[in-house]
């Protein structure tokens, strides 16, 4: 008996796999596969994966279905449609044809940067787009970077979150979307260049140069430091559509220096003035980012810079009652899946709507208020047998003024 590829015998090798006319050894079976594998490799390179199929959607739509989660925003709703929609088209288009005068032109992507106090909804935009696309979307964090040769992550880690989300297909991966969270906490201290080393600022910044233009980077597949012995992966993050967004805390004294808003004299229209005071983050560009501490390099690699408006009382009405996670549904579903039918008055939503106003804490403060007054209620009630629970403003405004949140208040 022998190896009918290879003609080994019996005692030359391991194992020896019986056929209908012919054997094999463990040595030919291991060479067939990797043969297999290259060949597979070679067609994924000519042929997209398709695990990931583009469906269009027009900007419109887009911004019908971030309406359904976000409230307001228009203006950085519509920045978001028009990026994501021209990223589609930029998947879409065929490769321009060097040897043909009438070769079609290449799209280059616009990257965003949005600006936006805490709570306005930066993120949650970002995790409204992710739900609705059909391409690769990873959200990730800028805190946790640091320069080359420190304690902490490389910037590559940013992609090897988007490999995790398409389960490391590269073809998918390579048009996908990532959005950048805190881009602002990587701003450096001063407006001048550091001669020294920078390691969670500066030093970020000049690593993710290349990596939003568009570059071959190899990417650590488990995350992590690189290492000699660990295997890398290549890829291009050309078609990569990069989301960067920040709360930039304190950019409105730099737009402010920058508008003048502060002018004395009789020909001032003092009306104008405060209007514009209300919410300077309307006026933002690159000028007032590099200010605050963005590189001119970084900059020029996010062309859009958007904005999202403070949240006034109206806005933050509607949130508690009409998207489709408002949190008014949201503890609702809650006291329901123990049989317990909640009612909220309307008074009592108008005080949550005031004590987040006055705490400026945005969106997410209006959960802190809800916790605060509801915490007895949901301790208490599962272990009654009662079926209604109704929400007034005398039970609100006494558990508030027991919780610490009443400690909060801004001066």
Do not use: W
Request: glycine fraction near 6%.
């Amino acid at each position: 008996m022998h190896c009918s590829f290879c003609g080994r015998s019996r005692d030359e090798v391991k194992i020896l796999i019986a056929g209908q006319e012919g054997h094999i050894c463990e040595n030919c079976v291991e060479h067939a596969r990797e043969i297999i594998d290259q060949e597979l490799m070679v067609r994924d390179e000519k042929t997209p994966n398709t695990s990931f199929k583009l469906t269009i959607k027009k900007p419109i739509e887009i911004k019908k279905f971030l309406d359904e989660y976000v409230i307001g925003q228009d203006e950085a709703k519509k920045v978001l449609a028009v990026a994501v929609y021209n990223h589609y088209k930029r998947l879409q288009q065929r490769p321009a044809d060097a040897g043909n005068n009438n070769s079609e032109v290449e799209i280059e992507k616009s990257n965003i940067i949005m600006v936006g106090e805490t709570g306005t909804g930066k993120t949650l935009l970002a995790k409204s787009i992710a739900r609705m696309l059909n391409v690769p979307f990873a959200i990730v964090d800028a805190t946790v970077f640091t320069e080359a040769g420190y304690v902490g992550e490389d910037v590559e880690s940013i992609l090897t979150r988007l490999l995790q989300v398409c389960n490391y297909d590269v073809n998918a991966a390579e048009r996908g979307i990532v959005y950048i969270d805190e881009i602002d906490k990587i701003a450096r201290k001063g407006d001048n260049p550091s001669i020294t080393r920078d390691v969670s600022g500066e030093g970020v910044q000049q690593g993710m140069l290349k990596l939003l233009e568009g570059t071959d980077v190899l990417v650590p597949p488990q995350g992590g430091r690189k290492h000699p012995e660990q295997k890398l992966i290549k890829i291009n993050t050309q078609n990569i559509l990069f989301i960067c967004g920040g709360a930039f805390d304190g950019i409105d004294k730099i737009i402010a220096r920058r508008v003048q808003t502060n002018t004395i004299g009789f020909n001032v229209d003092k009306d104008q003035q405060d209007n514009m005071k209300k919410n300077l983050l309307r006026y933002v560009n690159a000028q007032d980012l590099k200010s605050f501490g963005l590189i001119p390099e970084l900059l020029g690699r996010l062309p859009v810079v958007t904005h999202l408006d403070p949240l006034d009382a109206t806005t933050l009405r509607a949130i508690l009652t009409q998207p489709k996670n408002a949190l008014t549904k949201q503890y609702k579903k809650l006291f329901e899946l123990e049989g317990i039918e909640l009612t909220i008055e309307d008074d009592v939503l108008d005080f949550m709507v005031e004590r987040a106003v006055e705490y400026k804490l945005g969106a997410r403060g209006l959960r802190s208020i809800c916790e605060g007054i509801l915490t007895d209620a949901m301790f208490e009630l599962p272990s009654s047998k009662d079926t209604q629970f109704t929400l007034d403003l005398d039970y609100a405004k006494r558990k508030f003024d027991k919780s610490k949140l009443s400690l909060l208040k801004v001066a």
